[in-house]
Nanobody, 124 residues
């Protein structure tokens, strides 16, 4: 059974930090790219960050560049998103997703498995 389970969301004040985790099971993880997306209320799901299979390449949305860091631990089948300097505009449900590709992609259609999401709320 394929599972992507996000954790680490919550309520934080503006300027604060959160670290999201995504635990993967039942799928090929170590040789595939992993990404984070987010969806705010009433908005479409947006790309946040992606990391390739070997962690040698990462790519970020302009809105989070310099504040968020994606990382992975292939030994633990886990991917992380460290979020710093959070603003109310970062409030959303955050999803991790797996791409069948080796390389990075920001296109949601190129991801085949998705988690259920974790809520991040940033208060002003």
């Amino acid at each position: 059974q394929v599972q992507l389970v996000e954790s680490g969301g919550g309520l934080v004040q503006a300027g604060g930090s959160l670290r999201l985790s995504c635990a993967a099971s039942g799928l090929t993880f170590s040789s595939r790219a992993m990404g984070w997306f987010r969806q705010a209320p009433g908005k479409e799901r947006d790309f946040v960050a992606v990391i390739n299979w070997s962690s040698s390449h990462t790519y970020y949305a302009d809105s989070v560049k310099g504040r968020f860091t994606i990382s992975r631990d292939n030994a633990k089948n886990a991917v992380y998103l460290q979020m710093n300097s959070l603003t109310p505009e970062d409030t959303a449900v955050y999803y991790c997703a797996r791409s069948p590709l080796l390389s990075t992609t920001a296109t949601s259609e190129e991801y085949d498995y998705w988690g259920q999401g974790t809520q991040v709320t940033v208060s002003s």
